[in-house]
């Protein structure tokens, strides 16, 4: 990614507001910008959206929607805010906080109401840190549905979304974003726009960025988009951007292994545990499943059992991933813990102590906290390991989604948001609340996308 003036010869293609990115955040700015009156131009370096989102489990968190309302569950934003903060220990910015709880109900019922997305709440159990049932999904929640029923609404309104051109130069002039130059199979093509708005995602997919700013997790496996390569950090630093916890990061530990398919977390939260290959437990599971991609790591061969019972499993078919495990034949069902012990070549012995000895009501030599059923035959198995999902850092930015400037103040027409921005998950990897990156994605999208097209109607009337 270069920096460079304005071309002599001007530009090919010319729009009012330019996104770089199509995953979830890019299209949800561009719905928002387009719903706002601007003419709206999407640039994706892939041959289809995808991004992250489509890795995901497409679950974003809102709170005081029409959703929760009708499941019976009471929720504010106020109290929204003060999970994100407890999760991150107060190290988020309180305003950035504040406006994504505020916003996040406002925003899914929006995506519901004008652009056709059935959003349901998950209502069968607990996701860690939350103290309400406020994740919000789509019928297969799945990341992939996602970024499919957002591109069919961005087709609705006759969004552009060119994709297989990644953008390579920013234009600056006058202390403006005035274009970007975009390489694709036809070759180069450069394109005009009054704002510009980064919703590119992080810097997962660039090993020596993650290296230098969270080295922690560096050898873990690496289960986001790979072209997230850190073009918006890379990009806001040569122009004078502040960035903002580049140490910040989502993990997840629950990882199927060898076979790269996600496990949703549900195994663990209704009751299962994580055994090392040793048999033996050797955390308290329910701090959360980024922190659980250390927690994974450090044991033998980087990689751990995660126990569970058919009770559990029936839970977890509702997300396509864990029916997509099953398939893959990742999960491994016995009538006994012998049985399932020489299933996963591990001892019995200490295999029954983690599952029998698990209390029904109370907390365990690890501090976790049980209230609910213990785990009974048939019982259920999958190797996993710990992964990095994406970053939680990145260029610093307002309440309504600007670029700030190193030395203060906001650049005039750039915009950032999703993993191109810093998000709400501290500076490290335990901060992460569930669903803070498609929240950040969706609620700042939109909240980027619409003030981007603002700024240029006030341009147009002379009030900027």
Sequence with gaps: MRVKDAPDTGFDIETEVLLIGAGACGMAAALAAKDSGAEVLVLEADPVPSGSTALSAGLIPAAGTRFQRGAGIEDDAVLFASDIQHKARGENPQELVAVL?????????????????????????????HSRRRMHGLPTRSG??????????CEAQGIDIVCNQRATTLFVENDRMVGVEAQ???????????????????????????????????????FGHDGNKGDAVVWGTELGAECLHLGAYQGHGNVAHPHGILISWAVITEGGVQVNCHGERFWDESQGYSEAARAVLSQPMGVAWAVFDERIAKVARQFQDFKDAEAAGAIRTAGTVCDLAEMCGLPIEALEKAIVGLPVKGEDAFGRRF????????????????????????????????VRRREGGVFANLFAAGGAAVGVSGTGGSGYLSGNGLL???VMGRIAGREAAIMIGGMQNGSE
Excluded at 144 to 152: A, F, I, P, W
Excluded at 197 to 213: A, E, H, I, K
Excluded at 397 to 402: A, K, L, Q
Aim: charged residues 15%.
């Design 371 to 402: 209230t609910g059923q213990t785990l009974k035959p048939p019982y259920c198995a999958v190797k996993v390991t710990g992964a990095l999902f994406h970053t939680q850092g990145g260029l610093n930015i307002t309440v309504d989604g600007r």
């Design 184 to 222: 694709g199979p036809g070759g180069v093509v450069r394109i005009g726009c009054a704002a510009l708005v980064l919703t590119s995602n992080g810097f997962g997919g660039n090993r020596q960025m993650v290296s230098d700013y969270m080295p922690e997790i560096e050898n873990a496996l690496w």
């Design 144 to 153: 992939q549905e996602l970024v499919d029923r957002l591109r069919t609404a």
């Design 101 to 129: 709880a505020q916003q996040s109900g406002a925003t899914i019922e929006w995506l519901a109401d004008q652009h056709g997305l059935p959003f349901s709440v998950v209502t069968d159990f607990d996701y860690p840190g």
């Design 440 to 442: 950040s994605a969706v």
